[in-house]
């Protein structure tokens, strides 16, 4: 696949010295602070690259620099890769979004929902109505993550590891664990973050008669020459994956290896890092390790109404479909939301499936676009697709968790400002 050109900001409508300022406030106010190790942005306008820059250490203890080719754990934005995959079975009529979960998996006919009490003895009732597929692709299916340490739920989910970051047992084992565990609420009722995306993988797999990750692989990564997204870093790219960090707000942390650095601490080594070896468990919900120039390839499709040189991957009413808000009533996030965290947060924000979805940008009180889609990764990791405005932009670093700084507004804010010809 061949990579977009580059062209100067001003040739596309934007100003390089406003993109060059997003470059110093990421250098003073998070690299040299010692919140971040380094970063990675690009911004792609009308078909071109407008700036791309990468800063600061992929890993500090080594000294290794950021460079163009450096691999991310990329976490959630795993989500969108997996909801496009299903899409794919949709378009070939293999499958509906409106049927029922248990259509292909049976044993989660009789899946009820938590009234009261604790692993493994749950009082629960029957749901309002069946799970339907789409309540998996918009997490609106009742299902959580351990990590919204709210419920009763949640801690079951802790207790069992499904949906940890290091990831435990197969998907085979992470169904059937859920069958054991209620839902939150009755399909349809609420918007919760939740491994909903890894069910989908399964599913994938399940109506594809294939393994899901040869699935990805046959269908997306090597057609759209996505030739360094997988599940896991071969050895001889082992050198090019960055360490993952822990943020501490409160202050410097301790390195095993004695260093010290304000406000990091190491989560993963790269030398010794699960992703260096194939998992057992094939997270469709937040598994893959990616790069700035693959995700791009992937979200310049999308913004091409899902297709790039010549591969389709999802005709244009597809996309349109994937990119409208689906969640029941047309509420936005926080009005239907359960969630104690997930990667998006803010008023006129809505849900599609498998995107966060911009309804009203001014009820978000931050610049942007209706419809507007995007997503994030644990590990700060962020990209967001703006239709009207032929915008992309890609953000990659490795601190957990992506809550701990508000840096994606700060990136919205600082790229529309450096739009000098809007489209709107």
């Known amino acids: 696949m061949l990579a977009p050109s580059p062209a100067s900001p001003e040739s596309v409508g934007m100003s390089t010295p406003a993109l060059a300022r997003i470059d110093a406030h990421l250098k003073s106010r998070y690299i040299e602070s010692g919140r971040f190790p380094g970063t990675q942005l690009l911004v792609y306008r009308r078909g071109k690259v407008a700036h791309s820059s990468s800063q600061g250490l992929a890993?500090?203890?080594?000294?290794?620099?950021?460079?163009?080719?450096?691999?991310?754990?990329?976490?959630?934005?795993?989500?969108?890769?997996?909801?496009?995959?299903?899409?794919?079975l949709v378009e070939e009529g293999r499958v509906a979004i409106d049927e029922p979960v248990h259509r292909y998996m049976p044993e989660w006919k009789n899946l009820g929902v938590f009234v009261a009490g604790t692993n493994p003895t749950f009082l629960t009732r029957p749901p309002s109505r069946p799970m339907q597929i789409v309540?998996?692709?918009?997490?609106t299916s009742g299902l959580t993550y351990g990590f919204q340490q709210r419920s009763n739920v949640d801690a079951a989910y802790r207790e069992k590891k499904i949906g940890e970051v290091e990831k435990a047992g197969t998907l085979q084992s992470m169904v059937e664990d859920l069958v054991k565990i209620p839902l939150e609420f009755s399909p349809g009722e609420a918007w919760n973050y939740s491994v909903s995306t890894d069910v989908i993988g399964y599913l994938i797999e399940k109506i594809a008669d294939k393994p899901f990750e040869q699935f990805l692989k046959e269908r997306i990564f090597d057609p759209l020459g996505m030739k360094d997204t997988d599940f896991h870093v071969p050895t001889d790219k082992a050198h090019r994956l960055?360490?993952?960090?822990s943020a501490?707000?409160?202050?410097?942390?301790?390195?095993?290896?004695?260093?010290?650095?304000?406000?990091?601490?190491?989560?993963?080594?790269p030398k010794t890092s699960s992703f260096l070896s194939p998992p057992s468990l094939i997270s469709g919900g937040g598994g893959l390790c990616s790069t700035t120039a693959d995700y791009l390839s992937f979200c310049r499709a999308l913004i091409n109404g899902g297709e790039l040189a010549g591969v389709r991957l999802l005709g244009p009413k597809t996309l349109k479909l994937m990119t409208s808000n689906h969640l029941p009533g047309g509420l936005d996030l926080p009005g239907l939301s359960r969630s104690l965290f997930s990667e998006a947060t803010y008023h006129g924000i809505g849900f599609g499936l498998g995107f966060s979805v911009t309804m009203e940008p001014a009820k978000t009180l931050i610049a942007g676009s209706a419809g507007e889609y995007s997503w994030g990764g644990a590990a700060t990791t962020s990209f967001w697709i703006d239709p009207a405005e032929e915008l992309i932009t890609i953000f990659m670093t490795q601190v957990l968790p992506s809550s701990a700084y508000p840096l994606r507004r700060e990136l919205r804010t600082m790229v529309y400002a450096a739009i000098t010809e809007s489209n709107l």
């Open 59 to 88: 890993d500090i203890e080594r000294n290794v620099p950021v460079r163009d080719d450096t691999i991310y754990r990329i976490y959630s934005m795993t989500k969108p890769i997996t909801s496009v995959a299903f899409m794919m």
């Open 135 to 139: 309540d998996l692709l918009r997490h």
């Open 242 to 245: 960055a360490a993952c960090y």
């Open 248 to 269: 501490d707000p409160q202050g410097g942390m301790t390195f095993h290896a004695g260093t010290r650095r304000e406000g990091l601490t190491l989560q993963d080594d």
